[in-house]
């Protein structure tokens, strides 16, 4: 098409109708990572009081476990590896950049900006209109996206662990990672 229309307002037009249906499956697709990013989090909560109940019933099998049997953020974030041994995990925001809801909200943004950018010049705005609002665009996407991703562990942040991790013991060791920091899924 491009090449047809020689990148002029014929292709502006096919990208305004067709990339709304693109930014359409990007939401999507995110909320729908959330949603499981979510479910997985609860299981994971789940079987942290598993073993613990294991522990409590046969202590002899603490050796066997690399994992926690706690339900508290510390507890999970040593359950989901978060960090990796000796503490050369990824920090917080580390772990956020890199997650797959947050390169789809980029990946979405970026959309979002590229629809605004092209309907603005489409209309005729200068160029520094234009490069205002596809920045714009970008930034309230992506915080959109972002307050769904963090909106959505808000009930789990809320909950009382039954089992949390007793402050004294230590998290770093043989089969535990080091946790020096919060955790960072959802922000």
């Known amino acids: 098409m491009a090449n047809a229309a020689s990148f002029g307002p014929r ?6 109708v067709l990339l709304p249906v693109v930014l359409f499956l990007g939401i999507a697709t995110h909320i729908r990572v959330v949603e499981i990013n979510q479910a ?3 299981l994971m909560l789940a079987m942290n009081r598993l073993r613990n109940a294991y522990l409590r019933i046969a202590p002899a099998l603490e050796p066997y476990f690399s994992t926690s049997p706690h339900d508290d953020e510390r507890g999970l974030a040593a359950s989901s590896m978060l960090a990796s041994f000796g503490g050369r995990g990824l920090r917080p925001w580390g772990h956020f950049l890199s997650n797959t809801p947050t390169v789809i909200a980029t990946v979405d943004a970026a959309l979002a900006a ?7 010049r489409k209309a005729g705005a200068a160029t520094a209109l234009t490069v205002a609002v596809g920045a714009v665009a970008f930034l309230v ?3 959109a996206l ?7 562990l808000s009930p789990l942040r809320r909950s009382k662990p039954r089992f949390p991790t007793p402050p004294d013991e230590s ?9 020096g920091w919060r955790i960072a899924w959802a922000t």
């Open 11 to 16: 292709t502006a037009t096919l990208a305004l």
């Open 171 to 179: 998290l770093s060791g043989p089969g535990r990672p080091y946790l």
């Open 114 to 120: 590229a629809i605004a950018v092209l309907a603005v």
């Open 146 to 152: 972002f307050l769904l991703q963090r909106q959505s």
């Open 40 to 42: 997985e989090t609860e």
């Open 141 to 143: 996407m992506w915080t």
